[in-house]
């Protein structure tokens, strides 16, 4: 078995504030995601990696920087935070792109 | 563009009761994947289809899966409180990987 670990759980930023969320998995797995989900909807790709130094922007990727570090991390830059956003960001792993993923518990961002 | 749809958007039962989610797909696939994801947690599967099987089983879960008609059902029997989520299907033959707004089931006491 393996985790997904994102950090922070929660991040409250402010207008224009740059932020970064950071995702772990210790399964060995060469694909990594990041996902939006907003309140009571679906989950909307932002980007994915399908192997170390690889970057593919998804249907969001607009506002957003991404930084596949090494196999195990993926973060996520929020390039100009907007004012009243409130999201769930969802980061998660599977063996190759077409696999099953395994989700991490997500951090919520609150923009004030 | 969304690819792979569930309906109803929301539903209810009571616990005992046996309830049937609904996905329609615009893609011929190699697999559907069925996912969950209670309040508070990132999703998880339940089950993958591939595009040659015509049910998978786990446990109290059971999928089917119409090529022809490209769509595909999530059936959940004596259901529990515990099984209040969203429930998504996932179309995996997409090059871009896509989770539509799911089905809100609610398991009443």
């Known amino acids: 078995g393996g985790i997904i670990t994102q950090t922070p759980k929660f991040l409250i930023g402010q207008e224009g504030q740059k932020l970064t969320l950071k995702c772990q998995q210790n399964?060995?797995?060469?694909?990594m995601y990041w996902y939006r989900q907003d309140s009571g909807k679906g989950l909307r790709l932002i980007y994915y990696?399908?192997?170390?130094?690889?970057?593919q922007k998804g249907d969001l990727s607009e506002g957003y920087d991404a930084s596949r570090e090494k196999k195990s991390s993926f973060s996520l830059t929020v390039t100009s935070a907007q004012k009243n956003e409130m999201a769930v960001f969802l980061c998660?792993?599977?063996?190759?792109?077409?696999?099953?993923?395994?989700f991490g518990p997500g951090t919520r961002l609150l923009v004030l | 563009s969304q690819l792979a749809e569930e309906n109803p958007w929301a539903l209810s039962v009571h616990e005992g009761e046996s309830v049937t989610v609904n996905c329609s797909y615009k893609?011929?696939?190699?697999?559907l994947q069925w996912y969950r994801q209670k309040s508070g947690e990132g999703p998880a599967q339940l089950i993958l289809i591939r595009s040659n099987e015509r049910e998978k089983r786990n446990g109290r879960l059971r999928a089917t899966l119409d090529t022809s008609s490209q769509s595909s059902s999530l059936s959940i029997t004596a259901t529990r409180c515990e099984d209040t989520a969203v429930y998504f299907c996932v179309d995996t033959n997409a090059y871009k990987v896509i989770f539509g707004k799911g089905t809100h089931l609610h398991v009443l006491p």
């Open positions: 893609t011929s696939i190699t697999a």
């Open positions: 399964f060995n797995h060469d694909t």
């Open positions: 990696s399908i192997t170390e130094n690889d970057l």
């Open positions: 998660a792993s599977s063996p190759g792109f077409q696999d099953t993923q395994y």
